[in-house]
Each structure stands twice: as structure tokens, then as C-alpha cells.
């Protein structure tokens, strides 16, 4: 759990607060991810969790303790974190990056070879390819997964993130967030992501906390971000297709019809309404097939959609 009270930052010198009376708490097991317009105050959140920013007032707690009352290495041991890019030490190989916390806490040289492969095993690198590498012979996208198995590398409970797959070409990027989040979730980390992208936000988090200027505009599931943004700003920052949005965060088989697909084009597992739309226009079809049993069509999408949207706001 990670808990922010009343936390606020006010540079020296500046007149106005950075972070202002900021009070979010973010379940156990739970992603929470942290987006608004660049400047807003999202990465100075981040860090005073890890205490590289101190807060200038109020608190943040993780796992109940104060972050201010944790020594260094307790504070590493509780909390892995990922930057963009440039995380990774240059001149030390793939394999001494991952092992950087575990030989801070002083583990046996054994142990930390065996964790160290199964951490690349985890982030989908094959360990004897890419141990000795250095950093800047692996591609962005590879260069992100060590630096999540380094954060993953002594366990931490909990996980910060700031804008981790930002330099990441858009193909992998999309590949990275299902593996990286599902991992994620299958080991129950708590995760505060930091991000300016409301996609990756819809996609990866289990509540979205909208900042600006400082503060919390927002904090909610994706679902009800998207139908009931809180204002105008809100309203303005997910996007005008928000209805499209929502499509993405509602599977296909929502909208299944019990008729043979034959002939129809198909849909891959887990493909979403929105995918299901995409596959319509693209195919010009009457309907396409589900991975299982069944089909869709656009008036069984479109049914499934208002449906799922129960109460749904439209701007007039
Ligand atoms: N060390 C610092 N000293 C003074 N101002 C800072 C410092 N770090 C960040 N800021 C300012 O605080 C504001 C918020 O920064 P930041 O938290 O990095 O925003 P975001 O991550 O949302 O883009 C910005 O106006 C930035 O210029
Ligand atoms: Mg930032």
C-alpha cells in the first residue's frame, strides 16, 4: 500500500507549489497510474515515495511506515523503480544492472546469479544471450525490460514507474505494456505509474489519478474516467473519442451473437469491441468471428456498447 497524506512540494524560491495537498492512497496488488500535462507535478509525486524528493509537507507512507523514517536501504528493499531510457548504468552489463539491489542487501554471489536469470527469464530475455551485454548494444525496448527485472530484482512490494515505456517505438510499446502488466499483476506488485499517454493510462491502470497543476483532478477506474470525467479539463484530456476509448475496455464476446462464423474473418483472443469495429470497416464485413464460439456484428457491437455504457454522459 502506498499512501500520500496531505503531501505537498514547494521549491525553494518559487512561489507556488509543485505538488499541492495531494491525497491518493493506492491499494496493495493494485496499479495506480499518474497522468496530466507535462509539468503538472507527476514525476515529483513519484519520487517522494522513494525520497528522492522530500515532501514539504504532509507525508507518504508505504506499507504504513513513513517513507521519512525508513533507512536507505529498508526504503529499496519496499520499492523498485523504472525510469525511461536512461535508467541502466552504461558501462556495466546486462547481468551486474539487474543484480545492482541484491548486492547493495548483500546477498551470496550464487543467489544473485540465479536470481539475476531468472529475473531476464521473467522480462521474456533469454539469460545466456543477453547477460554480458551492455546497455547500449539492446534496442529501446529490450533496454526497458532489464530495467524491470533490475527493479524487480529483490522483490520490492512496491514498484514506481515513470514513463517507462516513453522511448519505446510504438510497436513494442504496445507489446511491452501486455507483458510488463500482466507480470505485474500475476505478482501482485503495487504499482505507481507515471505516464502522459491516457492510452497506456486505460490500459495498464486499475484506477487513474488526472493531475494538474498539482493537484488531483481526478481519481477513478478507467471505465469512469472515461464516462464521467469530472470536468471540463477531464473531459478534455481523455479525448473526444472517448466513446471510442470505451470500446477498447469491453470485450468482444460482450457483443456475441450464437450464430457459425463461416467465412467470417477472425478476431484474435482477447480482442476487444474496439477490435471488433477495427476488423468490420477493415474487412467490410456483415460480421466477424469470435476466437471462441460466435460472431459479431455492428448492431450486436453497437447493443453491447450502449448496454456496457448504462448511464453513460454525452456532451450535447
Ligand atoms: N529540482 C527542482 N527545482 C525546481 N523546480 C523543479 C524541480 N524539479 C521539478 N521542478 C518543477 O516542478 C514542476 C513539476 O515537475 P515534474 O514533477 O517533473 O512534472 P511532470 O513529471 O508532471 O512533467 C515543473 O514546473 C518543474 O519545472
Ligand atoms: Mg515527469
Request: hydrophobic letters at 45%; a neutral charge.
Amino acid at each position: 500500500m502506498i499512501r500520500f497524506e496531505n503531501a505537498g512540494k514547494t521549491y525553494p524560491g518559487q512561489a507556488r507549489p509543485v505538488v499541492d495537498g495531494l491525497d491518493l492512497a493506492v491499494p496493495e496488488g493494485t496499479t495506480c497510474v499518474l497522468i496530466g500535462p507535462s509539468g503538472c507535478g507527476k514525476s515529483t509525486t513519484l519520487r517522494m515515495v522513494n525520497r528522492l524528493v522530500t515532501p514539504s509537507e504532509g507525508r507518504v507512507r508505504v506499507g504504513g511506515a513513513d517513507v521519512a523514517d525508513l533507512d536507505p536501504i529498508a526504503l529499496r528493499r519496499r520499492t523498485g523503480y523504472v525510469l525511461q531510457g536512461i535508467g541502466l548504468f552504461p558501462h556495466r552489463s546486462v547481468a551486474q544492472n539487474v543484480a545492482t539491489v541484491p548486492e547493495l542487501l548483500g546477498w551470496p554471489r550464487r543467489r544473485i546469479a540465479e536470481r539475476v536469470d531468472a529475473m531476464l527469464d521473467l522480462v521474456g530475455l533469454d539469460a545466456g544471450r543477453f547477460r554480458d551485454r551492455r546497455p547500449d548494444s539492446l534496442s529501446g525496448g529490450q533496454r526497458q525490460r532489464v530495467g524491470v527485472a533490475r527493479a524487480l530484482a529483490a522483490d520490492p512490494p512496491v514498484l514506481l514507474m515513470d514513463e517507462p515505456f516513453g522511448a519505446v517505438d510504438p510497436l513494442e510499446r504496445g507489446r511491452l505494456q501486455g507483458e510488463i502488466g500482466a507480470i505485474l499483476r500475476r505478482l501482485g506488485k503495487t504499482v505507481l505509474l507515471v505516464t502522459h499517454d491516457i492510452d497506456e493510462a486505460l490500459r495498464l491502470g486499475d484506477r487513474i489519478a488526472l493531475m494538474r497543476e498539482g493537484r488531483l483532478v481526478q481519481v477513478d477506474a478507467p471505465e469512469r474516467l472515461l464516462a464521467r470525467p469530472a470536468d471540463a479539463f477531464a473531459e478534455a484530456f481523455v479525448g473526444s473519442d472517448r466513446w471510442l476509448k470505451r470500446l477498447a475496455l469491453i470485450p468482444a464476446a460482450a457483443a456475441r451473437e450464437p450464430v457459425a462464423a463461416e467465412g467470417a474473418p477472425r478476431l484474435p483472443e482477447g480482442a476487444s469491441l474496439r477490435d471488433a469495429l477495427g476488423l468490420l470497416l477493415a474487412a467490410d464485413a456483415e460480421r466477424v468471428a469470435l476466437a471462441g464460439e460466435g460472431t459479431v456484428t455492428l448492431a450486436s457491437l453497437r447493443a453491447a456498447a450502449v448496454d456496457a455504457a448504462g448511464g453513460f454522459t454525452c456532451a450535447p
